[in-house]
């Protein structure tokens, strides 16, 4: 299918999905839920975050089976609120630890393909304030419809002003550009960067996992490289309130996100091996009245396919 009818029949809206009846298919295939959400000294929001998905999605509608929870290493009470809430809570230290160790989102969300039980893995922020939990029918609901779907990204309206549908600073002015560049048939996504999604766990197996902010665009190439545009599909799940981040952060990212393309590019032999691997950001800072160069350690690692871990 070409980018237009990928838009047309890959863009599904989540209210279409109807939590009972997702769980009946869900029962009628043996299909088993995971929600996974990475932490990181989000103990303000987790605990309530998960009483509403266990409130709504296990004990009104049971759809999903497990909540499990990835902490890298908080040091508020996460872990503690979390576990109260009902979820399993594991150490991202834990996870595979005869493995060296890794950090960031990326490093989360490819250990939770060890933890989980499920066949389907709804990956979620848990830090978004209200708690979202028909987020999570949304994300599945594209899977359980339709097998040839295999990973689904959320879209949703951003309530800060000026934000809208976009896709978001990073998207707009660095994410978009290198897509429509180097990977047009990925420009029908709306929200290529967005932390809320939802896959089938064999497939996500089969790929690596970029750490940091790097993941969600390596992932995205990877699985269309892999399983093809018609493996992946969006869905608009309404609103979600979000936070903004500081502009020297947002260029962090970009960087990220830029040395995540170009890796792509040299594995395809379009780019030279090096354009992917500048380790460092350096950004001028003012300091005590007094400019200076500040530098920050930006450049990806790589996780391979977990299907290729042992133990795993």
């Not at 197996?205 to 969600?216: C, D, H, K």
């Not at 502009?247 to 990212?253: D, H, I, N, Q, R």
């Not at 691997?277 to 977990?306: F, K, N």
């Amino acid at each position: 299918m070409d980018r237009e009818q990928w838009l047309s029949e890959r863009t599904y809206r989540g209210a279409d999905f109807d939590p009972e009846r997702l769980a009946a298919a869900a029962a009628a295939q043996g299909t088993r839920i995971s929600v996974c959400l990475p932490a990181l000294n989000v103990a303000d929001t987790v605990g309530p975050f998960i009483e509403a998905v266990r409130a709504r999605l296990m004990r009104e509608v049971p759809l999903v089976d497990e909540i499990i929870v990835v902490d890298s290493c908080s040091t508020d009470a996460t872990r503690r609120r979390a576990a109260e809430a009902g979820a399993r809570v594991v150490e991202e230290g834990a996870v595979l630890p005869h493995l060296p160790p890794g950090s960031g989102n990326g490093e989360a969300l490819w250990k939770s393909l060890a933890a989980a039980d499920g066949d389907l893995v709804v990956w979620l922020d848990s830090d978004v304030s209200p708690p979202v939990p028909e987020f999570v029918p949304g994300l599945l609901g594209p899977l359980l419809a339709e097998p040839a779907v295999g990973y689904v990204k959320a879209v949703y309206r951003r309530t800060f002003e000026g934000s809208g549908d976009g896709g978001g600073r990073v998207t707009e002015i660095c994410a978009r550009p290198l897509i429509n560049l180097f990977y047009p048939e990925l420009a029908g996504f709306a929200q290529p960067l967005s932390g809320e999604a939802a896959g089938r766990r064999d497939l996500l197996r089969s790929v690596p996992f970029l750490s940091g902010y790097a993941v969600e665009m390596g992932l995205l190439i990877d699985l269309m490289r892999r399983h093809g545009r018609g493996a992946l599909a969006q869905v608009d799940v309404g609103e979600r309130s979000h936070s903004h981040q500081s502009t020297a952060a947002l260029g962090e990212m970009a960087s990220a996100i830029t040395q995540a393309v170009m890796s792509r590019l040299a594995d395809e032999g379009r780019a030279p091996r090096e354009l992917g691997s500048q380790a460092e950001y350096a950004q001028p800072a003012r300091v005590d009245g007094r400019w200076t160069l500040t530098t920050t350690i930006t450049r990806p690692t790589e996780r391979p396919p977990m299907d290729t871990v042992a133990g795993a």
